[in-house]
């Protein structure tokens, strides 16, 4: 079993729409989570941490449910901007993160 | 944010030569640098850990003397791939941590597209 496994999609959602990403992780011993935004042929880049009691920043909500092993993106009012690959990201040592493969996103016009 | 940055962002070589591949934080200290290789429609997956001065740590599977990387000063680090073959052909993509840093807080350069024919 992968230690970070996620639903390749891709997701193609309307704009507008409210899409949703999980992401399951193998180590209970895991201690951070985190998710990127990569676009095509770029650097990821750190969207947001996620929080036990779970957390928000605007359109984007993030969970952790340690219970099940697994964490959550929610992205409102999807935008065509929103279009990228979202890498779910753990730490599960001192200093080593592990990526996920990545959910890709598509919003349609 | 920081910025780091690699250089170059695009080789393509021959079987059998070596690339460098060059990783600056532009705006900060870099005491730790990761060095990543993203396969098409696959994961980033950790190659190795600099820490400036010292020996890097090579992840399992990652050959250290076909992966050469010198983390030398505190805003450079290189990697160099030796005797490079059609199946090093990816995306490498560094990182970089500033001192006290929490691990959750690391930049990632904007990635070299090695093509070995």
């Known amino acids: 079993r992968k230690e970070v496994e996620q639903d390749p999609g891709p997701f193609n959602v309307p704009e507008g729409a409210t899409v949703a990403f999980n992401c399951t992780y193998s180590n209970s011993a895991s201690q951070s989570f985190f998710w990127y935004r990569q676009d095509c042929r770029k650097e990821p880049k750190l969207l947001m941490s996620v929080y036990s009691s779970g957390n928000e920043d605007g359109r984007f909500t993030a969970q952790l449910n340690r219970a099940s092993q697994y964490i959550s993106l929610l992205i409102r009012d999807s935008k065509l901007s929103d279009s990228a690959t979202y890498l779910c990201?753990?730490?599960?040592?001192?200093?080593?993160?592990?990526f996920g493969t990545g959910t890709k996103l598509q919003v349609i016009p | 944010g920081a910025v780091v940055s690699q250089h170059p962002s695009r080789v393509i070589c021959k079987s059998g030569t070596s690339v460098k591949i060059e990783c600056r934080s532009l705006?900060?200290?870099?005491?730790?640098m990761f060095w990543y290789r993203q396969f098409p429609k696959q994961s980033l997956m950790l190659m190795a850990t600099s820490n400036e001065g010292s020996k890097a740590t090579y992840e399992q599977g990652v050959e250290k003397d076909k992966f050469l990387i010198n983390h030398a000063s505190l805003t450079l680090s290189t990697l160099t791939v030796t005797s490079a073959h059609p199946e090093d052909s990816s995306f490498y993509i560094c990182?970089?941590?500033?001192?006290?840093?929490?691990?959750?807080?690391?930049?990632f350069g904007p990635g070299t597209r090695l093509t070995v024919l």
């Open positions: 990182s970089a941590r500033g001192p006290g840093w929490t691990y959750n807080e690391q930049f």
């Open positions: 990201v753990v730490n599960i040592g001192y200093q080593k993160v592990t």
């Open positions: 705006d900060f200290q870099a005491t730790t």
